[in-house]
């Protein structure tokens, strides 16, 4: 059995996309991130910081995207999403996940906090570093791990398009708005983004926010 924890409109609807994508049956246990106190302490027993997402396989529980995405990939290897050990795409797709959650996340936190600092003040460096490799990297290449999609993609593509759309906290250069074309142009991803909108309605915090004139994540 294959339990996943989730978040409407949050950094786990990545990894619902990613389900979308594997095809592959789970079961979704809804975690109120957003109400008082944040999530209830028991999730602290699945993921010590009450974030999401977080899955549990037959027993076993893995959090964070990257983990989450790596061992999906590999544990449904049928589905041909995650570049297989010897293959020669594995050292892009394991370095882009990893790069994501290392770098790129901190990176645009810290630019949207308007933290001010230097390369070696922290370990995931500079705004103008990642911005300046993700352009480099997606103009040589289609795809995150090369000349195919994987499930790289999926969080990359996912991390940009939110990024550049709703934070506005990415420039809209020609190289990321086809790239965002290209992964949110799949079926999954529609599926994932109009169910996770579905769940999202249900959430008084979205609610709220929706009726004061917010506006929703795309």
């Not at 409407?8 to 996309?17: E, L, M, N, Q």
């Not at 995207?65 to 061992?71: E, F, K, L, P, S």
Request: hydrophobic residues 45%; charged residues 20%.
């Amino acid at each position: 059995m294959l339990k996943f924890y989730h978040a409407p409109w949050s950094r786990s609807s990545t990894i619902f996309w990613l389900l979308e994508e594997l095809g592959v049956e789970y079961r979704m246990e809804l975690v109120d991130i957003r109400g008082e106190g944040g999530a209830p302490e028991a999730y602290r027993k699945i993921q010590p910081n009450k974030k999401v997402p977080a899955i549990e396989h037959d027993g076993t529980v893995v959090t964070e995207r990257a983990a989450i995405t790596i061992y999906l990939g590999d544990t449904f290897p049928e589905k041909g999403l995650a570049p297989a050990v010897g293959d020669p795409d594995r050292a892009a797709y394991l370095s882009t996940l990893v790069y994501h959650d290392a770098v790129f996340d901190p990176v645009v936190c810290a630019k949207v906090h308007g933290l001010s600092y230097i390369s070696n003040d922290y370990p995931f460096g500079l705004y103008d570093d990642m911005v300046a490799n993700l352009e480099r990297k997606l103009s040589a290449q289609p795809w995150a791990a090369g000349e195919r999609f994987t499930l790289a993609d999926v969080i990359l593509g996912g991390g940009i398009n939110y990024v550049m759309n709703m934070l506005k906290a990415l420039p809209e250069r020609p190289v990321f708005l086809d790239y965002v074309a290209r992964t949110t142009g799949r079926p999954a991803y529609k599926a994932s983004a109009e169910k996770d909108a579905a769940l999202a309605a249900q959430i008084p915090f979205f609610q709220k926010m929706m009726a004061a004139g917010g506006e929703a994540p795309a």
